[in-house]
């Protein structure tokens, strides 16, 4: 739901193919290939079958296959390699190139840094650079900001849209939860003291650049037990081909090295090894188009895995502040007369509340203007109400009902019974009731009404099909609370909530083994945050909340955390069917394969070439060649992600096993069935 | 639908009509509640305490591990002691010779750790003392072992956050008074009612009607071939194993050794999902079970019973189905349907020879070894489920976009890396084992061992390799049933089965246990609607695709080579 989206790449932009392309090469090294064991097993593969070329071209021995079937096995099983390493050099590009889009903003920009000296407040001249953690500096209107900082005097207004693409400016000010400024945003007024919080290379934005980049990624906990499990297979097929030259002894087969090489490599999981870094590069550079800076891999992952969701109330779940939604005229009064009194009481009344009045009236077709010799009444906490007085001495004032009802039978007049139900049944509703009185006479009551965010029912009965369970959390009473949760369509809410209510919350559903996120920006939250096991600080707040969160959103959105849950559990469905799809397609490899490597000696196996490929070479080399091609072919899901579905978690298996298990089954059969009509056209 | 088919059903009915209670009842003992076997406690106390043990105390696994191993390696060196000593000891009537060290090595071996191979025969390999003492002895502490194993990993999967597994001697000591000697009791009253023998005399004879004298072995044979079956050990009193007449006298008692040898892993099937309180988790467990069971029963029935084509061409009427190496009391379909109940729980007794099957029966009674999961052995069976269990929970909740996790605990590198060691154990061993033995054929035909390489096989071509491949996977399988035909009894068959079935028993209990311990030891996750069910019909279709693939997949070139060349060359 961010409001805005950078500038994104497309799926194959032709300047990160390019770069791509020549990575895919580079990546042969092996020094870097022995990172990825399954496809390191390629690569020696690979070489032993341009050993056997060279040999066969040197001496003209043919005993190993002619030199042409020879060298096309080994340029594809290349090929494969290749492939595979396209296919992590384009999410690297696509990272970088994302990255590069933000690093920009953090060009070297000169910084008024503010030295003590002798006493005196000095402002030299620095590059953003040499600044250091706790160093101070000052920014005036037009500056960019040089380093991410807290704002230690002043207020200013700032312009983010380079990190967030927001183009309203924002109020930053010392103290509070609005202290934090981001490196590479623009002071539009005013002038403030910053003190440096990170030091350089260690913000928020390096460490998610070098995640994205791939040169820093560290394997996350699911990665490491796939690997192992993709590191069995390969073993179980390494003892598969060993084993199958005594055996082949046995049945007097003699079987060429290209045979054995092809073999092997169609049966490992070279498909899902080759993707395996791209699909994990992919995830987190999703998490970075979506504006989110994950301190970890670990971070996106852990987020497919939540439980229980925390989300402020206000700002999340409701737009910003309480609204006009009603008027009530007392009986007597006249409604278009009341609307009218209730816009003139609310005329300066700045607060949103106070403006969504005069929205309501103008709606219905009343909107007064501000007169001279008006005297506005502001709002105290004495009186708890504002309004105002009139040229013609009538006084407008309108207010919560505890403190209008002393003015009214102070006064003695009444306060009439309907209205006084009316007022209650409001306030049942999860409304808030503001009574209006002229000259301390009941003339109505407006309805202030908490606005559901359009489409946020929808995202929590998504979110209850995922199996999270979502939990509001305000600062209104019980029974207001109760009436939005309800209306919203949240399992739970914390009335009434303390940060330490929130931390409790957190750390109860904890030890009931749950996970938990929870989206914060104040100070106040730092300890909930880092307490929660995903923690999203938002961009604006605190340092302190920044820290303890292990994402920043530099939207500022509080809605990101659905957003971030989808991208966790969609890493890791991408893994897990494409795992499933390279295994399936092992089956029909074997029924290519294994009948070309015995029928010279057993004609009998002609019955298991169910395929009916046209010869054993043209068998082994379909084989290796759909192997090889259904690598590209996979890139763009790769990268893109297998998309998540809320259906259930057995309807969701049920569906990727029919897509990714039975396709992964039946599709090698068509293609390598294909590849060898082919293949037969040449030979 | 033919009487012998009906006789099949009939069979496997009853099966089911005895294992669910029993399921039942294992489960509320386990449970502590009152069971049928209360009156047992005075007998297991007496056992406790002349033995010193406290019942109370309670195991992690690493200490049930310690127990369950150093017990075995104990019994171990007794067997061999009392093998290769036989030939001077008492109760041998017959004076059969003791045992030379590597068939002692292997015969010990295989009968403690449940396989029982037999490389010998019976009737001239052992004494008496050496079958009731040493063979029926390992019988019942083997399958006792197996069970007592499965039991630490009921208790780990049931109770939450905890290290304490209960008492290896206490599962251990109860699996035989409450499982199996009461139920021995049973079957080895009936046998011995229909004809099997139960003397401690010497060899008998009798003159047939050609006038030859035959030498006939008895023995105290009954009690043993109940827990033969019973413990899923296979191992039998006589050569021919349950193709004997006197050790599967009829049919009746070919139901009653048929019926013992599938209760305990069917009950300990229902018994987990009772004491779990998911009965659909075994439900779920027994559809997939039962499944890969139909799957390689269908076609060996239909194969045996549509006879040989290649007598078929030279006229012959097969009435009876295939019917080389079967026995006529029991019948081609009867015997199908033996020959897979033997290999996928691993009893490996016969009633018919697996030589002379079809080459499509062959496949799948290799198939039955090879997944060794489908019911499977007396608890080990189960140990060996949760692994494939285990795999398909790590990638189906990657395909649900979810952290793993198995009944609330998650599965990560640790676990992960113990179940895929596991899970390559088997296919190492089989196929590292054969491609050894056909290298040794090929290239050292004319070793100086007892059988030389050259005539270790009784067949060339594929069904020579087959029977190669059968003695691997019957040992890592832990067996005990074979291709007849190859000649075992040297010291290069002794030994490496003998390897084989150490490393493919241990092996395959520790690394489940060790997986037990440790999620039993992990942070409990209640479960939410994101969660995927272990317990449901979707997730078994995931297990059976997880097992079917990984054993077709590592097994396929070397069953191709075997059973389906011979196929493809027969029809």
């Known amino acids: 739901m961010s409001i805005h989206r950078k500038k994104t790449y497309r799926l194959l932009d032709p300047v990160l193919l390019r770069t791509a392309f020549r990575q895919s090469f580079l990546k042969l090294h092996p020094g870097l290939m022995i990172k990825n064991p399954v496809m390191f097993t390629v690569e020696i593969g690979s070489a032993v079958m341009l050993i056997v070329v060279l040999y066969a071209i040197f001496t003209g021995d043919t005993t190993q296959g002619s030199t042409a079937y020879n060298l096309a096995v080994f340029l594809v099983l290349l090929l494969t390699l290749v492939f595979a390493n396209f296919a992590e050099a384009i999410a690297e590009a696509r990272g970088k190139a994302q990255a590069d889009s933000l690093r920009k903003t953090r060009q070297d920009t000169p910084a008024k840094q503010l030295i003590t000296q002798n006493g005196r407040r000095e402002i030299s001249l620095q590059s953003s650079s040499s600044l250091r953690l706790n160093d101070l500096f000052i920014c005036e209107a037009g500056d960019i900001i040089p380093m991410d900082g807290e704002i230690l005097e002043g207020i200013a207004t700032i312009d983010e849209s380079a990190i967030t693409g927001e183009s309203a400016p924002v109020i930053r000010e010392a103290g509070g939860d609005k202290s934090s400024v981001t490196g590479g945003t623009k002071v539009l007024s005013d002038r403030i003291i910053v003190r440096v919080t990170t030091s350089p290379g260690e913000s928020f934005l390096d460490k998610m650049i070098a995640l994205v980049e791939g040169a820093n990624r560290q394997k996350t906990p699911n990665e490491i037990a796939l690997t192992i499990l993709l590191a069995s297979f390969t073993i179980v097929f390494i003892i598969v081909c060993v084993t199958l030259k005594p055996f082949a002894d046995y049945a007097q087969t003699p079987i060429t090295i290209a045979a054995y090489i092809s073999l092997f490599v169609c049966l490992i999981p070279t498909t899902i090894g080759g993707l395996l870094s791209a699909i994990g590069i992919a995830g987190m550079d999703r998490a970075l188009r979506a504006n989110v800076i994950a301190k970890s891999g670990k971070a996106v992952e852990t987020a497919g895995d939540i439980d229980t969701l925390l989300l402020d109330k206000t700002g999340t779940i409701t737009i910003g502040n309480r609204k006009a939604t009603s008027f009530y005229p007392a009986d007597g009064i006249d409604e278009r007369t009341f609307i009218q009194l209730a816009a003139l009481s609310s005329l300066a009344d700045e607060t949103p509340e106070g403006k969504s009045i005069l929205e309501l009236a103008a709606q219905k077709g009343c909107s007064p203007r501000s007169q001279p010799g008006m005297e506005f009444i502001a709002f105290t906490a004495e009186t708890r109400s504002s309004g105002v007085n009139l040229p013609d001495g009538r006084q407008i004032r309108k207010g919560a009902e505890d403190s209008i009802r002393s003015r009214v039978e102070k006064a003695g007049n009444i306060f009439p019974e309907n209205l006084a139900g009316r007022v209650k049944s409001i306030a049942e509703n999860g409304g808030t009731p503001l009574v209006v009185i002229m000259n301390n006479t009941m003339q109505g009551v407006i309805e202030l009404q908490d606005i559901i965010k359009p489409g946020m029912q929808d995202r929590f009965h998504r979110l209850r099909k995922m199996g999270v369970k979502t939990v509001m959390v305000t600062g209104d009473n019980p029974l207001t609370a109760k009436y939005i949760a309800a209306k919203a369509g949240v399992d739970d809410f914390i009335a009434e909530a303390t940060p330490a209510d929130k931390m409790n919350y957190i750390r109860q559903e904890q030890g009931k083994g749950k996970l938990v996120a929870m989206m914060g920006d104040g100070t106040n939250d730092a300890p909930a945050l880092a307490q929660a096991d995903v923690g999203v600080a938002m961009n604006s707040g605190t340092q302190a909340a920044k820290e303890a969160g292990n994402m920043v959103d530099l939207d500022n959105d509080p809605t990101k955390l659905i957003e971030v849950v989808e991208i966790g559990k969609q890493l890791l469905i991408t893994r897990g069917t494409l795992t499933t799809f390279s295994i399936a397609n092992d089956v029909a490899k074997y029924f290519a394969i294994v009948p070309a490597l015995f029928i010279s000696s057993i004609p009998a196996l002609q019955g298991l070439n169910i395929m009916k490929l046209e010869s054993p070479e043209t068998a082994i080399l379909s084989a290796v060649i759909f192997n090889a091609l259904i690598i590209p072919l996979l890139i763009p899901l790769a990268l893109r992600g297998v998309p998540y579905k809320p259906i259930g978690a057995a309807a969701l298996l049920r569906r990727n096993l029919l897509i990714y298990g039975l396709g992964g089954l039946v599709i090698p059969f068509l293609g390598i069935k294909l590849i060898d009509l082919f293949i037969g056209l040449f030979i | ?571």
């Open chain 2, 1 to 571: 639908m033919n009487k012998e088919i009906l006789g099949v059903l009939l069979t496997y009915g009853l099966s089911l009509l005895v294992a669910l209670p029993l399921g039942a009842a294992i489960a509320r003992w386990l449970k502590g509640e009152k069971s049928i076997w209360d009156f047992m406690a005075p007998l297991e106390q007496f056992i406790y305490k002349s033995c010193g043990i406290n019942p109370a105390a309670q195991m992690t696994w690493k200490e049930h591990l310690r127990a369950l191993l150093s017990i075995n390696l104990i019994w171990f060196i007794y067997a061999f002691i009392l093998l290769v000593s036989q030939g001077s000891l008492f109760f041998n009537p017959d004076g059969n010779p003791s045992q030379s060290p590597d068939l002692a090595f292997n015969t010990a071996i295989s009968f403690l750790v449940n396989c029982n191979l037999q490389h010998y025969s019976g009737e001239t390999g052992l004494t008496y003392l050496t079958q009731v003492f040493v063979i029926s002895f390992l019988q019942f502490v083997s399958a006792a072992t197996g069970i007592a194993a499965v039991f630490v990993l009921f208790k780990a999967l049931r109770d939450k956050v905890t290290d304490q597994l209960g008492n290896f001697w206490v599962f251990f000591t109860q699996s035989i008074t409450r499982i199996l000697l009461p139920i021995s009791l049973v079957i080895a009253t009936l046998l011995a009612f229909n004809g099997t023998p139960t003397s401690f005399k010497g060899k008998d004879q009798y003159i047939s009607l050609q006038g030859d004298t035959v030498q006939v072995s008895r023995g105290p044979a009954a009690a043993m071939i109940a827990i033969k079956h019973l413990g899923t050990n296979g191992g039998g009193w006589f050569g021919a194993n349950s193709t004997h007449p006197l050790e599967n006298p009829n049919y009746r008692t070919n139901m009653v050794e048929l019926i013992a040898q599938v209760i305990i892993p069917i009950a300990l099937v229902f018994a987990l999902g009772y004491y779990l309180n998911r009965r659909k988790f075994s439900q779920v467990i027994f559809a997939v079970m039962t499944l890969g069971f139909l799957c390689l029963l269908i076609p060996t029935m239909i194969a045996e019973t549509g006879g040989n084509p290649a007598l078929e061409k030279t006229g012959i009427l097969q009435t009876g189905g295939a019917m080389e190496g079967k026995e006529l009391r029991f019948g081609a379909a009867n015997s199908a349907y033996w020959s897979i109940v033997t290999t996928i729980i691993s009893t490996g007794s016969v009633n018919s020879m697996h030589d002379s099957s079809m080459p499509v029966s062959n496949a799948m009674q290799l198939l039955g070894m090879m997944t060794n999961a489908f019911y499977g052995g007396c608890g080990v069976g189960l140990l060996n489920f949760f692994i494939y269990l285990v795999i398909a929970v790590f990638i189906s909740g990657l395909m649900v976009g979810r952290t793993p996790e198995l009944l609330g605990r998650k599965i990560e590198a640790r676990e992960m890396k113990i179940a895929a060691l596991i899970a390559i154990l088997h296919p190492l061993l089989i196929l590292a084992g054969t491609a050894l033995s056909s290298y040794i054929f090929v290239h050292y035909p004319a070793n100086n061992w007892a059988i030389k390489p050259v005539s270790w096989l009784n067949n060339p071509g594929p069904h020579g390799f087959s029977e190669m491949l059968y003695e691997y996977t019957s040992a890592s399988a832990n067996n005990g049933s074979g291709l007849e035909g190859l000649g075992d009894n040297n010291v290069f068959w002794n030994i490496s089965t003998g390897l084989v079935l150490l490393i493919s028993r241990f092996l395959p209990i520790i690394g489940p246990l060790a997986i037990a311990g440790l999620l039993a030891n992990k942070k409990y996750i209640p479960e939410t609607a994101g969660t995927l069910r272990s317990d449901s019909y979707t997730f078994g279709i995931m297990i059976f695709a997880v097992i079917l693939i990984i054993s077709a997949l590592a097994f396929f070139p070397a069953l191709t080579l075997g059973p389906f060349a011979e196929y493809f060359s027969l029809y």
